[in-house]
């Protein structure tokens, strides 16, 4: 009998927040993928799982995947982490996720902490239609993307590092325009969890008074549609 790949997100700051599933997952499981064995370490040992975890991130994905592939073949039950959240959002797994389908084994994805939904619940932006971005280009193919997104209608989600918060903030003002509305979510489910609301203007001008510290959510709220004249409507006939 083949196994199975389990994707197993894992908290984000707050140790509460695992669930009693995942726990056993990872105890069931014959092999453990990390993305960072240090990080995974500790807790793995909280929750009581005495077992070794395998390093398995974006510089040995693409190696370690046929070795992988091979156990899960040979009937062991591979489990992967990241160092938090869920596996292949903004993470390693997509990759794994992807050849594995293609051996056509069997895949089983838990459902638990992700930085990006509580953020955008969080942010009193419109949550009906979003867009998730992940993290941005940081160089190559940037003002496009942000050109792009200044046409976006639904509310945009993505994550930044403390080191490019600001300058994040100040092209969205450039493209978007200073009294956007938008949220900026840092250190979720920590002790200093804090979320700012407000204007792309307003929100700069508090991280440039405070500090830039811990992982960070920007939510901005999506382009106004534009009115539609009758000749745009399809069926409209002259």
């Given at each position: 009998?083949?196994?199975?790949?389990?994707?197993?997100?894992?908290?984000?700051?707050?140790?509460?927040?695992?669930?009693?599933?995942?726990?056993?997952?990872?105890?069931?499981?014959?092999?453990?993928?990390?993305?960072?064995?240090?990080?995974?370490?500790?807790?793995?040992?909280?929750?009581?799982?005495?077992?070794?975890?395998?390093?398995?991130?974006?510089?040995?994905?693409?190696?370690?995947?046929?070795?992988?592939?091979?156990?899960?073949?040979?009937?062991?039950?591979?489990?992967?982490?990241?160092?938090?959240?869920?596996?292949?959002?903004?993470d390693p797994g997509f990759f794994l996720t992807r050849e594995v389908i293609k051996n056509g084994l069997e895949i089983e994805c838990l459902p638990g902490a992700t930085a990006f939904v509580p953020a955008l619940v969080n942010s009193?932006?419109?949550?009906?239609?979003?867009?998730?971005?992940?993290?941005?280009?940081?160089?190559?193919?940037?003002?496009?993307?942000?050109?792009?997104?200044?046409?976006?209608?639904?509310?945009?989600?993505?994550?930044?590092?403390?080191?490019?918060?600001?300058?994040?903030?100040?092209?969205?003002?450039?493209?978007?325009?200073?009294?956007?509305?938008?949220?900026?979510?840092?250190?979720?489910?920590?002790?200093?969890?804090?979320?700012?609301?407000?204007?792309?203007?307003?929100?700069?001008?508090?991280?440039?008074?405070?500090?830039?510290?811990?992982?960070?959510?920007?939510?901005?709220?999506?382009?106004?549609?534009?009115?539609?004249?009758?000749?745009?409507?399809?069926?409209?006939?002259?």
């Amino acid at each position: 009998m083949e196994g199975k790949l389990f994707l197993v997100p894992t908290p984000i700051g707050n140790l509460e927040d695992m669930t009693f599933r995942a726990i056993r997952i990872l105890k069931e499981a014959d092999i453990i993928l990390a993305e960072d064995t240090r990080t995974s370490a500790p807790m793995l040992k909280h929750f009581g799982i005495d077992k070794k975890a395998y390093s398995h991130h974006q510089h040995n994905e693409h190696k370690a995947t046929s070795e992988i592939i091979k156990f899960l073949k040979e009937g062991k039950n591979v489990a992967l982490i990241s160092d938090a959240g869920t596996p292949a959002i903004s993470d390693p797994g997509f990759f794994l996720t992807r050849e594995v389908i293609k051996n056509g084994l069997e895949i089983e994805c838990l459902p638990g902490a992700t930085a990006f939904v509580p953020a955008l619940v969080n942010s009193g932006l419109p949550t009906d239609s979003f867009v998730f971005e992940g993290f941005l280009p940081v160089k190559k193919g940037r003002q496009t993307r942000m050109k792009k997104l200044a046409e976006e209608e639904r509310t945009i989600v993505l994550y930044e590092s403390p080191h490019r918060l600001l300058k994040t903030l100040e092209e969205f003002s450039e493209h978007f325009g200073e009294d956007r509305q938008a949220s900026v979510s840092r250190e979720l489910t920590k002790m200093y969890e804090e979320t700012v609301r407000g204007t792309l203007l307003e929100i700069k001008s508090h991280f440039e008074n405070n500090i830039l510290k811990g992982e960070f959510v920007i939510c901005v709220a999506g382009a106004p549609e534009t009115k539609k004249t009758k000749a745009d409507r399809p069926d409209y006939k002259k």
